[in-house]
């Protein structure tokens, strides 16, 4: 267990962390009243603490005793924890005409944790858990939260297991699916669309999504055969007439120590499309009786690309395919926008991992460490809305009134007087330049948009400055609003 520090921290909630607690923790279904208040604490403490260890962000030990005793509770499922959220996400998609819901794996490594139980495979040898989460993004790339969130401790294969055993047991290519069936029959005006990479190229996610009313944008790795085995997918795009050229963004990468592994940049690209037909895979007995679903395929090419990026074996080549009808260029562009928001669910995992600090805890328990990520997945939407919310592309990064529509009054006094500007006009902008600087950012006109690490230890910083403003006022009998 960790040990509690002797620093003396106020423990008094901010009203920004309460009402994010009663937002996206109120009505769990965990068992009884007492537990949905000990939720909702560790909600409020964590929302206030972010990447700090639990005895830092508790301030007595009887609390911190009881966040340990909340997430090693076997009674209490991640799934319950987390019901709130996604089912106020589910909510907020209504009034839109097209939703995205971005699917991807991250792994939480715990490889050194030796004493740590249940733990699973991860990458060459390593130990810890598998998450697989999906993010609802509009199109327009704003994040609303998250749709699904699930943990498996991955197993190694039994020995002797034959293909066809293994095909009849569920294994971890039905997570994709899964997120489909669990959503069920999809009958609300807003068209649903999963957006997913090459690890998703599987005809039972495309059937699911047929089969449960629920679009898809999918990019292909398997040159398959389409079209009843006629011919191959590549070939077939190889054939037909370049529809036009666009520019895609491309997301940067980094690796596990935030070094860059691939720059960001814009490339232009030609674009071709075509109806095809995706036939059942053969003796797969998850699939036989199957019918074969039509998709269109869209084929994203960088034919012309920068000497190093050709070199490094960058170039842009996509394969998407999609639920959606391709008929021209300009349907096209769309289908191709789509896939261009999976990088947001990577923005969301270096905010949960990096910010959140999820692979840094102490806990002894793979499954005490799914309860304690049910309460920081919500926690890591909340940073990233503000942070797209301040990007100087958002339409309201210049909008004093947006930012009050995620963060509590206090805040923007605090930070308004930080910034030296009124406090009716500051901008989501301002804000978010104005936090990051109190975590270390430099801000130079070289500087890119601040990194997780130093807006986090901004936000740790604002909000003792908040805590420690509003204890004074307590103390003087003035009320808090």
């Known amino acids: 267990m960790e040990q509690t520090s002797s620093a003396h921290r106020p423990q008094l909630s901010s009203i920004e962390a309460e009402d994010f607690a009663l937002i996206n923790c109120a009505n769990a279904q965990i068992g009884h009243e007492q537990r949905s208040q000990r939720l909702l604490k560790i909600s409020a403490t964590l929302a206030c603490s972010p990447g700090q260890s639990l005895p830092q962000a508790f301030g007595n ?35 839109h005409d097209v939703a995205l819901c971005v699917q991807d794996d991250t792994e939480l490594c715990f490889t050194t944790r030796t004493g740590m139980k ?37 197993q190694p294969t039994p020995e002797g297991e034959t293909r066809r055993q293994r095909q009849a047991r569920w294994n971890l290519s039905d997570l994709w699916a899964d997120v489909v069936r669990k959503l069920g029959v999809w009958d609300s ?59 895609v963004k491309v997301g940067g990468q980094r690796d596990a120590y935030n070094r860059e592994t691939r720059r960001g940049r814009e490339a232009e690209v030609t674009i071709r499309a075509a109806r095809v037909l995706v036939s059942p895979p053969v003796n797969d007995p998850r699939t036989e009786g199957g019918m074969p679903v039509t998709a269109w395929a869209v084929y994203v090419k960088e034919e012309n690309p920068p000497a190093e990026i050709a070199r490094k074996g960058e170039a842009i ?69 503000m942070r797209d919310l301040a990007d100087e592309r958002h339409p309201d990064s210049s909008n004093p009134a947006a930012l009050r529509c995620l963060v509590s009054r206090p805040y923007i006094v605090t930070v308004s007087l930080l910034a030296g500007v009124k406090e009716e006009q500051l901008t989501p902008r301002q804000f978010l330049a104005t936090v990051a600087k109190r975590g270390g950012y430099l801000g130079r006109r070289s500087d890119g948009r601040p990194g997780w690490k130093v807006l986090w230890r901004g936000w740790k910083e604002i909000t003792a400055i908040v805590e420690g403003a509003m204890l004074i006022m307590n103390s003087q009998g003035k009320a808090v609003s």
């Open 189 to 247: 005006p807003t068209r649903l669309l999963h957006v997913c990479d090459r690890a998703a190229d599987m005809y039972r996610l495309m059937a699911a999504c047929v089969e449960h009313k629920q679009g898809f944008v999918i990019r292909a790795q398997h040159d398959r055969r389409v079209d009843e085995d006629t011919t191959r997918l590549w070939a077939k795009l190889d054939g037909e007439v370049v529809l036009g050229r666009m520019k």
């Open 61 to 95: 030990h009887a609390d911190l005793i009881g966040a340990y005793r909340f997430l090693s509770n076997p009674e209490i499922d991640p799934q319950d924890i987390i019901a709130p959220h996604t089912s106020r996400i589910l909510k907020e998609l209504a009034g």
């Open 317 to 385: 080549e996509w394969m998407l395919l999609s639920s959606e009808p391709v008929e021209d260029l300009a349907s096209a562009r769309v289908v191709v926008g789509y896939y261009t928001r999976r990088w947001t669910i990577e923005e969301w995992h270096r905010a949960y991992k990096e910010g959140c600090a999820i692979e840094k805890t102490q806990l002894d328990d793979g499954a005490d460490v799914q309860r304690l990520g049910a309460i920081l997945c919500p926690i890591a939407v909340l940073l990233l809305r």
């Open 118 to 154: 249940n733990l699973g495979q991860i990458g060459a040898g390593g130990r810890g858990l598998l998450q697989h989460s999906s993010l609802a993004v509009l199109p327009d790339g704003r994040v609303l939260g998250l749709l699904d969130v699930r943990w498996v401790a991955v």
